[in-house]
């Protein structure tokens, strides 16, 4: 690479009701933090319903928008999230390329559970270098650098699904969180010290395509939770079910917020006693927060995560309702829970510290300086 030049990174990752928003949102983070060191990203998404294009433009980003989806695209049965792409791969790839438009990017970063090393392969000569961001582990990959930001995941997870010389980044250690995380993190774990039991957090995903919120709205209404308590539930500005809830926070007997599109969520994270929340991304901010937290499984592929995430002690899982109930009443309301709040918050911030991002941003950047 010329080091005079300006680096160009490519994303290829999408989000919708279905797929959520959390690929798209880590790609993002990945990508201001690329920015600061002066280089250039460009996403490549196609749009679906509740894609996120517009947010990726108003962050100062370009932002391509593929094809709309095949009508009655029928997916393959390889990989399990084929269906998520809404076109063939072949296809996808074709219109990465001219997305390109001819240019060859430094980096191409490909965070897309419907895509594997086919089509890593097929866009090998117009990237210097491709990076997949992976949870599943359960497809190759043809990629000069992996990261899987899980709990418990280990480089040996994908033995037989990467090349020799792929580079792996695994663990929760590597998780792309934004600078507002490690400015926020000191005073969060500060506020653990004596938990107030007061402020609770319900964030389940920018898509909460099933309102996931909604059903644990529910299940406090018919709780014996303390009137004086505070619920923030922060969603999405795609989400479906948005005007729903923000009619049924009205009803609620604690005082109720809904807020959407936040950019303080580390705030927001800091000053919450507790949360209820999806076993996505998300899971790593409240890690780096120290946030105690009650894990709504939102899909099957969280469900390894979340397990991860209460055997270490840093969480809790709710299956339905009435163990969500439980949890909160045991830990907001009955009086020998202070304790058990600091023991998970000291459990939960020792998964990582913030400094992912920059971490990947050195890797990404170290052959172009």
Same mark, same amino acid.
Request: proline residues 4%.
């Given at each position: 690479?010329?080091?005079?030049?300006?680096?160009?990174?490519? @994303?290829?990752?999408?989000?919708?009701?279905?797929?959520?928003?959390?690929?798209?949102?880590? =790609?993002?983070?990945?990508?201001?933090?690329?920015?600061?060191?002066?280089?250039?990203?460009? @996403?490549? =998404?196609?749009? /679906?319903?509740? /894609?996120?294009?517009?947010?990726?433009?108003?962050? $100062?980003?370009?932002?391509?928008?593929?094809?709309?989806?095949? !009508?009655? @695209?029928?997916?393959?049965?390889?990989?399990?999230?084929?269906?998520?792409?809404?076109?063939?791969?072949?296809?996808?790839?074709?219109?990465?390329?001219?997305?390109?438009?001819?240019?060859?990017?430094?980096?191409?970063?490909?965070?897309?559970?419907?895509?594997?090393?086919?089509?890593? *392969?097929? #866009?090998? &000569?117009?990237?210097?270098?491709?990076?997949?961001?992976?949870?599943?582990?359960?497809?190759?990959?043809? =990629?000069?650098?992996?990261?899987?930001?899980?709990?418990?995941?280990?480089?040996?997870?994908?033995?037989?699904?990467? %090349?020799?010389?792929?580079?792996?980044?695994?663990?929760?250690?590597?998780?792309?969180?934004?600078?507002?995380?490690? *400015?926020?993190?000191?005073? %969060?774990?500060?506020?653990?010290?004596?938990?107030?039991?007061?402020?609770?957090?319900?964030?389940?995903?920018?898509? !909460? *395509? /099933?309102?996931?919120?909604?059903?644990?709205?529910?299940?406090?209404?018919?709780?014996?939770? &303390?009137?004086?308590?505070?619920?923030?539930?922060?969603?999405?500005?795609?989400?479906?079910?948005?005007?729903?809830?923000?009619? *049924?926070?009205?009803?609620? &007997?604690?005082?109720?917020?809904?807020?959407? $599109?936040?950019?303080?969520?580390?705030? #927001?994270?800091?000053?919450?006693?507790? =949360?209820?929340?999806?076993?996505?991304?998300?899971?790593?901010?409240?890690?780096?927060?120290?946030?105690?937290?009650?894990?709504?499984?939102?899909?099957?592929?969280?469900?390894?995560?979340?397990?991860?995430?209460?055997? /270490?002690?840093?969480?809790?899982?709710?299956?339905?309702?009435?163990?969500?109930?439980?949890?909160?009443?045991?830990?907001?309301?009955?009086?020998?829970?202070?304790? %058990?709040?600091?023991?998970?918050?000291?459990?939960?911030?020792?998964?990582?510290? %913030?400094?992912?991002?920059?971490?990947?941003?050195?890797?990404?950047?170290?052959?172009?300086?």
């Amino acid at each position: 690479m010329n080091a005079l030049a300006q680096p160009h990174i490519a @994303f290829r990752t999408d989000a919708s009701l279905q797929i959520g928003t959390g690929h798209v949102m880590r =790609c993002l983070t990945l990508a201001d933090a690329l920015r600061a060191r002066g280089a250039q990203s460009t @996403f490549i =998404c196609r749009p /679906h319903t509740g /894609h996120l294009l517009n947010m990726i433009r108003q962050r $100062g980003h370009t932002a391509t928008a593929l094809a709309a989806a095949d !009508d009655g @695209f029928t997916a393959p049965s390889f990989p399990a999230h084929a269906q998520w792409l809404g076109t063939d791969w072949a296809k996808d790839a074709e219109q990465t390329r001219q997305a390109l438009g001819g240019q060859v990017a430094d980096w191409l970063v490909v965070d897309h559970y419907a895509l594997a090393h086919q089509w890593e *392969q097929a #866009l090998r &000569p117009h990237s210097r270098r491709i990076m997949a961001i992976d949870d599943l582990a359960d497809r190759p990959h043809d =990629c000069d650098l992996l990261l899987d930001q899980n709990l418990g995941r280990q480089a040996q997870d994908y033995a037989g699904l990467l %090349s020799g010389k792929t580079l792996t980044l695994t663990g929760p250690a590597y998780a792309l969180l934004r600078p507002e995380f490690a *400015q926020w993190r000191e005073h %969060s774990l500060q506020n653990r010290n004596e938990p107030q039991r007061k402020n609770l957090l319900i964030s389940m995903g920018g898509a !909460d *395509q /099933h309102n996931a919120t909604g059903t644990v709205l529910d299940a406090i209404k018919s709780s014996n939770l &303390p009137s004086d308590l505070r619920i923030t539930v922060v969603m999405g500005p795609t989400a479906p079910w948005l005007a729903q809830v923000q009619a *049924q926070a009205a009803a609620m &007997p604690q005082s109720t917020q809904v807020l959407d $599109g936040v950019s303080n969520m580390a705030q #927001l994270m800091a000053e919450s006693d507790l =949360c209820i929340g999806a076993a996505g991304s998300s899971a790593w901010e409240r890690c780096a927060m120290g946030l105690p937290t009650v894990v709504w499984i939102m899909a099957a592929n969280q469900q390894k995560g979340a397990l991860a995430l209460q055997a /270490h002690g840093a969480a809790v899982i709710a299956a339905d309702s009435s163990q969500l109930t439980h949890h909160l009443t045991t830990l907001l309301v009955d009086d020998q829970t202070s304790l %058990s709040l600091r023991k998970m918050s000291h459990q939960a911030s020792i998964l990582t510290a %913030s400094d992912g991002t920059a971490q990947v941003v050195e890797l990404l950047l170290a052959s172009h300086d």
